[in-house]
């Protein structure tokens, strides 16, 4: 469950030892670029699913902090 910073941030603490079907270790930097690229990759089907957020950064390892421009509910 992720912890509401603000009104507008969330921070999430990544589950430790999990790992990608290669092996490969799975953690915040993968996390950031995947919902970073989500707003700047024009190839992404449907843009206005993602609107509502403003970016994500790393923390640490574990935990990444995700912005929102406004106020989202759900």
């Known amino acids: 469950m992720p912890t509401q910073v603000d009104d507008t941030t969330l921070e999430f603490t990544l589950r430790e030892g999990v790992t ?18 989500l707003l700047t990759d024009k190839k992404v089907a449907s843009p206005g699913f ?7 950064e790393k923390i640490d390892a574990t935990h990444v902090r995700v912005r929102f421009k406004r106020v989202y509910p759900p």
């Open 20 to 37: 990608f079907q290669n092996g490969d270790t799975f953690s915040a930097d993968d996390v950031v670029y995947t919902v970073n690229g």
């Open 50 to 56: 993602y609107a509502f957020i403003d970016g994500a």
